[in-house]
């Protein structure tokens, strides 16, 4: 099971005085923002990092993927051309 997302430095505003919204869009979506890391964990964790791996380089292109294991863990570091194909992968993978 992926057990979580590290090294996220984001700092959220809770609150836009502006237009209103819960959060402040440009507080969470940077341009630089494109590593994705992941910590996988559980029984099955070199199948589980191997699907990862598998979908992202699928899924888009120019993705750069490494992987740092230990006895108990996989760190899968998946470095995307674009924070959007971050953000996309990350729906489209319950991540």
Known sequence: MI????QQEVQVSDSCNDCG????IG???DEQDTR???KIT???VTEEAEDIITKAKTRFDSVKVNSEQ???DITVIIDF?????K???QLENGL
């Open 81 to 85: 051309e674009f924070t959007a194909e």
């Open 27 to 29: 507080t969470v979506i």
């Open 70 to 72: 230990t006895e108990a």
């Open 21 to 24: 919204s819960f959060v402040d």
């Open 42 to 44: 559980g029984d099955a």
């Open 3 to 6: 057990k979580t997302i590290t």
């Open 87 to 89: 953000m996309i992968f």
């Open 36 to 38: 994705l890391i992941l």
